[in-house]
């Protein structure tokens, strides 16, 4: 710019200060490019560090932005926020072929004047508040669009009840939302005390099996080779439940760390992933209670089908049966069984257990027992062979009390076998009782017992209880169990009675005796009574 080019006016910087802020700027720089004998003027406003070119005139190599260190050896007039640059024409050979270039020391020759300070000052002043007014607005924008984005992702991430395939979307979702290029999901490893997370599902690379979390940090190599990691942690009511982890944020120059903004994304971005989690859990945990209790319905009604559904007819006996489990699926199992040859075979067994692995031993010996009474009379054999079959064929520690006893109607001649089953009682006509003790250990407990048996006759009026131990421990409030001795008493008093009638009264006694309690075992009772 030329020295004598004209100076602008103050009435003239009003009128273009009136119009808009950039005549204004342009005017003052003119002004001091005019008195000071300068070729070309720059203003710069200093953001985040760096020096950005705010606005120039005239002419000169003014770069966009200049960072602290450059611009101190170029010795700029400072302004609060910012700096002026300024260009002469040099004397040399760039000078002679008509270029203009940066005066390494512009120092001006000619002072800026307490009013052209003031204003330039109040122009960088201005123009860092517009700065920061359109960052703030920008930011507005930002959030709002991350909130819908986020509002967006919740729908698609919780509109799958699969907890695989919401882990994956939410990995997935978290690729896009912070640019980076690899994620991993790890969820507390079921009420893991040590706090262990076990890795669900990871995108873009290797990550960690499992990791135990210290102080709630993230260890640092659970994604081997990342450069760069940011975790936050997914709570369910406020109790910790897993980790986000990204890694390596894409950029233009490559991949690099992540900001506060990022953080607070993730963040929120968990908070959704966290109510997506647990809605699948829970789904799945309905699905699984659901099967679980189809499977019980089953095994309950193939149980049921093992039990008799009637009781026999044996002339000159009377006969009766019950059962009650404590669960839907119980561990008792009795059977009434009338051979070919008219003899009348009696079970009672109780599996160690309940449920449905109870279930499928009592199945399992009512198989076996019924094919091995086809080859077998009951006595010692027969339990030599049925313990060798339950023992090889069930887990370790499952095993069956089980007491056989076969009846010949016409003699009332008994014989029996109890392996490790609650002693069976006889009430006699005269008042006596008669123990049936156990003669080896419970079925399938060891491999290659023995068991002995023994036998005895039923006289008239005599008769025959067989029950599982839900009777006799059956527990009071203070603990106490109701025990053979009340169960006898019981027997001796209601002797004579109907024995549909005994049963209500053992069920009502040891429901009284329980006050209201759960019942703790299944419960079973067999009665048998000679009549003439």
């Not at 120039?56 to 926020?81: D, I, Y």
Request: charged content about 25%.
């Amino acid at each position: 710019m030329d020295a004598g080019t004209h100076e602008p006016t103050w009435a003239s910087l009003l009128a273009a200060a009136d119009a808009d802020g950039i005549g204004l700027t342009s005017g003052l720089l003119e002004r001091w490019c005019c008195s000071a004998g300068l070729q070309g003027a720059a203003l710069y406003v200093e953001v985040e560090g760096l020096f950005e070119r705010e606005h120039s005139c005239g002419e000169g190599n003014f770069p966009r932005s200049l960072s602290s260190e450059a611009a101190a050896e170029l010795s700029p007039l400072r302004l609060p926020g910012g700096l002026l640059m300024s260009a002469r024409q040099t004397v040399s050979q760039e000078a002679s072929s008509g270029g203009v270039a940066l005066d390494p020391k512009p120092q001006p020759s000619v002072a800026l004047d307490g009013p052209l300070k003031v204003l330039l000052a109040m122009v960088v002043r201005n123009a860092l508040l517009e700065r920061r007014l359109k960052k703030s607005r920008f930011a507005a924008m930002h959030r709002n669009v991350e909130q819908q984005a986020l509002y967006d992702v919740g729908l698609a991430i919780t509109s799958t009840l699969d907890l695989e395939e919401t882990s994956e979307a939410i990995l997935a979702w978290a690729l896009s939302l912070l640019d980076a290029r690899r994620s991993a999901l790890y969820l507390l490893d079921g009420d893991s005390v040590d706090r262990s997370y076990r890795l669900t599902h990871a995108l873009g690379g290797d990550a960690r099996p499992d990791f135990t979390c210290i102080d709630d940090a993230v260890p640092k190599d659970v994604l081997p080779g990342a450069a760069h990691l940011l975790a936050v942690r997914i709570e369910i009511e406020s109790v910790p439940r897993g980790f986000l982890v990204v890694a390596d944020k894409e950029s233009r120059y490559g991949v690099g760390p992540f900001g506060e903004a990022d953080r607070a994304t993730l963040e929120l971005f968990a908070n959704q992933a966290a109510i997506a989690l647990e809605n699948a859990r829970l789904h799945r945990q309905a699905l699984q209670e659901e099967r679980m209790q189809r499977e019980m319905e089953l095994a309950a009604e193939t149980q049921n089908k093992l039990l008799p559904k009637g009781v026999p007819t044996v002339e000159g006996f009377e006969l009766a049966g019950w059962n009650r489990p404590a669960r839907e699926v119980g561990g008792d199992y009795y059977d009434l069984l009338p051979r070919a040859d008219g003899r009348l075979v009696i079970t009672l067994g109780d599996v160690t257990g309940k449920g449905m692995p109870a279930a499928l031993m009592v199945s399992n010996l009512h198989s076996a027992l019924r094919l091995s009474l086809d080859h077998h009379e009951v006595g010692p054999e027969l339990f030599a062979g049925l313990n060798r079959h339950i023992h090889e064929s069930s887990p370790a520690n499952k095993f069956i009390t089980l007491l056989v006893a076969q009846l010949d109607p016409p003699t009332g001649h008994v014989r029996y076998v109890n392996a490790g089953h609650n002693p069976a009682v006889v009430l006699g006509a005269d008042g006596s009782v008669r123990e049936l003790p156990s003669g080896g250990p419970p079925i399938g407990l060891l491999p290659g017992v023995s068991y002995q048996g023994d036998e005895f006759n039923l006289e008239v009026d005599d008769l025959l209880c067989i029950y599982s131990d839900g009777i006799t421990e059956c527990a009071a409030r203070d603990g106490e169990e109701y025990e053979l001795e009340r169960l006898v008493a019981l027997l001796q008093e209601h002797r004579t009675a109907p024995l549909p009638e005994i049963i209500a009264v053992i069920d009502q006694a040891t429901s009284e005796f329980a006050d209201g309690q759960p019942q703790g075992d299944d419960q079973t009772v067999v009665l048998l009574r000679r009549v003439g």
